[in-house]
């Protein structure tokens, strides 16, 4: 079974500080893990992917994600936040070479206060 | 543009009624998902397929049924059966073998009044 934890149902963070979004996750294998951003009444844009290789990758609109294998985690940051962040995230995982498709977690309001 | 296409929007259902919700991709992917969201749960997996003619159940399928006749389009019927069928549902789709992220579409609002 896989399974993905959004610990905090909401954040909020001033303009142009850094912000941290956390998410850690359980899959018996080697994770792929994701990050996803959804606005009021839209569908989710994938914002970046774990894969393998280098722990910190970057994806779009300046955000990035940290994975730690050892606290299985993988926490979405960004150092300098955006009015326009605010929406909710979703961290998602998938087991490599699984078909079946991700799961996600609970989402965290992100509020960026101006 | 490639994407992927939910319609309607917002979509009414009285109760007793049947209602499907369209989702067609034009980007090629193999497989197609649906999810229902709920506020605070996140997204949970309906159905899920992987190729034409066949189809999985994920964690909540009951009251739910699905088909793919096509490539390009993986309906959802929302039955009679589903007791609490008022949601958001999103379609998404990937070829997991070559990018494993999945792409979303719009979504679809369903309100049973």
């Known amino acids: 079974a896989q399974s993905v934890a959004q610990p905090e149902d909401q954040v909020n963070v001033a303009e142009g500080n850094p912000l941290t979004v956390k998410c850690t996750y359980s899959v018996s294998g080697n994770p792929y893990l994701f990050w996803y951003v959804q606005y009021p009444n839209r569908g989710l844009q994938f914002l970046l992917k774990y894969i393998t290789g280098d722990n910190l990758v970057k994806g779009s609109y300046g955000f990035e994600a940290e994975f730690n294998k050892s606290q299985t985690s993988f926490h979405l940051k960004k150092p300098s936040a955006l009015v326009s962040d605010s929406a909710l995230y979703f961290c998602?995982?998938?087991?490599?070479?699984?078909?079946?498709?991700?799961?996600f977690g609970s989402g965290t309001q992100l509020t960026v206060l101006p | 543009d490639g994407g992927i296409t939910q319609s309607p929007k917002y979509l009414f259902r009285k109760e007793g009624q049947n209602v499907t919700l369209s989702c067609e991709q034009n980007l090629n992917h193999d497989a197609m998902y649906w999810y229902r969201q709920d506020p605070g749960q996140g997204l949970r997996l309906i159905y899920y397929s992987q190729i034409v003619n066949d189809f999985q159940k994920g964690d909540i399928a009951e009251g739910y049924s699905v088909s793919r006749e096509k490539k390009e389009s993986f309906p959802l019927t929302v039955t009679s059966a589903q007791k609490n069928p008022t949601a958001f549902y999103l379609c998404a789709s990937s070829t997991p073998s070559v990018r494993p992220e999945a792409f979303f579409g719009q979504g679809t609002r369903l309100t049973v009044v």
């Open positions: 998602a995982v998938r087991v490599s070479g699984s078909a079946r498709q991700l799961t």
